[in-house]
């Protein structure tokens, strides 16, 4: 079992960036299983379904959502057991509950949240115009 705590959301101006992170907590083998395999990140605004924002693979291999591409950068540190999201050039429609996801496979999709066993409680990302 492995508890995934993020941190990072804020309110920002269009146009701004923020980073936000995910740090795993557990036994050594949990929190070391999770980070070297696929993580993820997604978002969920209200009155709309999860979206998956980005992932990274086991061999830190990413992908991207649509939405975000060019503007996303997911990133982690095996080192640190700590997950990075960086958004640049954010949007009013980037406004979302950010979700940090661990799938526990060495490969997962962006878009699909069933790939996913364990996920954050989010932090909260508000972009204002």
């Known amino acids: 079992q492995v508890q995934l705590v993020e941190s990072g959301g804020g309110s920002v101006q269009a146009g701004g960036s923020l980073r936000l992170s995910c740090a795993a907590y557990g036994s050594t083998y949990s929190v070391y299983y999770t980070y070297n395999n696929c993580m993820g990140w997604f978002r969920q605004a209200p009155g709309k379904e999860r979206e998956g924002v980005a992932v990274i693979d086991s061999d830190g291999r990413t992908s991207y959502g649509d939405s975000v591409k060019g503007r996303a950068t997911i990133s982690k540190d095996n080192a640190k057991n700590t997950l990075y999201l960086q958004m640049n050039s954010l949007k009013p429609e980037d406004t979302a509950m950010y979700y940090c996801?661990?799938?526990?496979?060495?490969?997962?999709?962006?878009?699909?949240?069933?790939?996913?066993?364990?996920w954050g409680q989010g932090t909260q990302v508000t972009v204002s115009s």
């Open positions: 996801a661990a799938s526990g496979r060495r490969v997962c999709t962006v878009g699909v949240p069933n790939e996913f066993r364990y």
